[in-house]
């Protein structure tokens, strides 16, 4: 079945910092990619998606590309600010659910 | 605004007895599903609906039902709770299934004692 592996945290950066987590899958066919983002106290929200192999997914500095040859989708961000403090999810769709990884939890110093 | 609406945000409750969490969406979406988060095992799917005539089991469905009467409503419940049921609870929605972008409710901490 479909599954996600991604890096355990919980990671402490200082501002400005490049951050990367890295996510590897296993799945049948040819899943979308996903990375859903939740702060303290709400609910998860898209960060980005990737639909296809070498497709790059971007929103708010972050950025993850689709690799079929490598079975991954890492996050990166060039510099990140306290306000990216949160739990970063990676996620694999099947038609019927999304396989969600454990989540990494970021923390991002002044 | 778009949103989905689960409530209560918080509930504690005792051994075997019924509770159902409520969830509402506004975006007129055919897909809903529940989910519960637990620490270092990520989010579990345990029910999802695609429309309102086809519902059925996700990873971890057993203790949990949900019903689908209306396209915006998708409640989940809890006939007889038991302690491995206290988790953090999410209710999902998007337009046609899983492959889309899903939009989250805030959350139900359950805790059952």
């Known amino acids: 079945g479909n599954s996600v592996t991604q890096m355990e945290g919980p990671v402490t950066l200082s501002e400005e910092a490049f951050l990367t987590i890295n996510c590897t899958y296993t799945a049948t066919g040819y899943p979308s990619l996903f990375w859903y983002v939740q702060y303290p106290g709400e609910g998860l929200q898209l960060l980005l998606k990737a639909t296809k192999a070498d497709d790059k997914g971007s929103n708010k500095g972050f950025e993850a590309t689709y690799r079929k040859e490598t079975t991954s989708f890492h996050l990166e961000k060039g510099s990140v600010q306290v306000s990216d403090s949160a739990v970063y999810f990676c996620a694999l769709s099947g038609y019927y659910k999304l396989s969600f990884g454990a989540g990494t939890t970021v923390t991002v110093r002044a | 605004e778009a949103q989905v609406t689960q409530n209560p945000r918080y509930l504690i409750t005792v051994t075997g007895k019924k509770l159902t969490v409520t969830c509402s969406q506004n975006?007129?979406?055919?897909?809903m599903s529940w989910y519960r988060q637990d620490p270092g095992l990520g989010l579990r799917q345990i029910y999802y609906?695609?429309?309102?005539?086809?519902?059925d089991k996700g990873d971890v469905p057993e203790g949990y039902k949900v019903s689908r009467k209306e396209k915006r409503n998708f409640p989940l419940i809890l006939e007889s709770p038991s302690p491995n049921q206290t988790s953090l609870y999410f209710c999902?929605?998007?337009?046609?299934?899983?492959?889309?972008?899903?939009?989250f409710g805030s959350g139900t901490q359950l805790s059952v004692l």
């Open positions: 999902a929605s998007s337009l046609e299934g899983a492959n889309e972008k899903l939009f």
């Open positions: 609906s695609m429309n309102v005539e086809v519902t």
């Open positions: 975006m007129n979406h055919e897909y």
